[in-house]
């Protein structure tokens, strides 16, 4: 049974070792190509004074509601913080209105207030998404700050605003 015969090729067992063999080598170099050395590790750069500046498409998605509550505004100012007060407007050319969303890794309550911290505007319930100046814009005189103050748990904010005129 395991002579070669002209009509049949090779005996079954020969035909075996001849998948196995090539099976094996090919688990090898796979194996081989696995094992190759890591890249060298890159030095770590050296320590920035500088803050970061804020990656454009992190603020996308809020961006695109721009056209539904901002209509015929311009975007003004794209801000990040932890929870904490930040200056989010100033209005140092003339009077200026605006409309502020954001979104938050945790729910918050985000506040508007002037440079005397009376509130301006707040956005009502906690939520990890929301508006600022929902019934309409915001306004300041010419010289007026706008901040931004949040209540609830330290968590990322990002901050869109966009102004008139």
């Given at each position: 049974m395991d002579?070669?015969?002209q009509n049949q090729g090779p005996p079954r067992r020969t035909?075996?070792?001849r998948e196995a063999a090539s099976f094996v080598l090919l688990a090898c170099a796979c194996g081989m190509a696995v094992k190759r050395a890591p890249p060298p590790e890159a030095p770590p750069s050296p320590p920035t004074t500088t803050a970061p500046t804020p990656d454009p498409n992190r603020f996308e998605s809020i961006e695109a509601r721009g056209s539904l509550?901002?209509?015929g505004m311009r975007l003004a100012v794209r801000r990040e913080s932890a929870g904490e007060k930040i200056e989010?407007?100033?209005?140092d050319a003339n009077d200026t209105c605006v409309r502020v969303a954001f979104e938050a890794?945790?729910?918050?309550?985000?506040?508007?207030t002037d440079k005397a911290d009376k509130m301006v505007a707040t956005s009502?319930?906690?939520a990890a998404e929301g508006l600022l100046g929902e019934n309409g814009p915001v306004c300041?005189?010419?010289?007026?700050?706008?901040n931004i103050t949040v209540d609830g748990p330290s968590a990322p904010v990002r901050w869109v605003a966009w102004a008139a005129p």
């Open positions: 002579r070669l015969d035909r075996l070792v509550v901002a209509q989010l407007l100033r209005a890794g945790a729910p918050i309550v985000a506040r508007l009502g319930p906690a300041i005189r010419k010289g007026e700050v706008l």
